[in-house]
């Protein structure tokens, strides 16, 4: 299993293992990681999975769709290095990468 580092709102770093298939949202909920509401459970359609990757990881994943966009338009401290994390689906070449997650409960 990949081991993603999720960088918490605090700035405390912490290693998790994430099965391949899962997304970057499920593994955070599934180690009760604060941050990360995923309060639509990941239909892209909440915005409560906010996080920053840098280019690198960025491109380890699939482009956003017009949802994921649209979305991050409008959210509060997007930029250009934004996903939702419930879109962001692991894949082994994800290994070792770094997300610092939005504190989204507000
Ligand atoms: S969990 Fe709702 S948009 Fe990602």
Do not use: W
Not at 37 to 50: I, L
Not at 71 to 86: I, M, P, Q, T, V
Request: proline share 5%; charged share 25%.
């Amino acid at each position: 299993m990949p081991l993603i580092t999720y960088i918490l709102p605090d700035g405390t770093e912490k290693p998790v293992d994430v099965a391949i298939g899962l997304s970057i949202m499920d593994g955070s909920v599934r180690n009760n990681l604060p941050g990360i509401v995923a309060e639509c459970g990941g239909s892209c359609s909440c915005a409560t999975c906010h996080v920053h990757l840098d280019a690198a990881a960025r491109a380890l994943f699939d482009e956003p769709v017009d949802e994921e966009v649209q979305l991050l338009e409008f959210l509060d401290g997007a930029d250009e290095d934004s996903r939702l994390a419930c879109q962001l689906i692991v894949t082994e070449r994800c290994e070792g990468i770094r997300v610092r997650v939005v504190d989204s409960a507000g």
